[in-house]
């Protein structure tokens, strides 16, 4: 999360490839709080189209992982409108 603000659309594309890799999101309920912090702490208007384009596939795709307690409802939907919000928030200023 430190290195957030370095991120490029090279970084963040990679990002979300390790991370959504084979459908399978890595194990954790704070994901989606991470996934905010990142977003918010690298989110910048030259990345903000890119970063909205990347959270409406992850939402189009529905990806939902294989956690091992997983709760029923359980998605990344409400992080991914999260930052879609703050992407169009940066696009119009």
Do not use: H
């Not at 959504?20 to 903000?48: D, G, T």
């Not at 990344?76 to 696009?91: A, T």
């Amino acid at each position: 999360i430190e290195l957030a603000s370095d991120l490029t659309e090279k970084n963040i594309d990679s990002f979300f490839e390790i991370l959504f890799k084979n459908n399978q999101v890595y194990e954790s309920f704070r994901m989606p709080r991470i996934l905010k912090n990142i977003a918010l702490n690298s989110l910048n208007k030259e990345n903000a189209s890119f970063w909205r384009q990347t959270a409406e596939e992850v939402k189009k795709k529905k990806f939902r992982g294989n956690l091992i307690n997983y709760l029923d409802g359980f998605s990344y939907e409400e992080s991914m409108d999260f930052i879609i919000e703050k992407c169009d928030c940066e696009l119009d200023s």
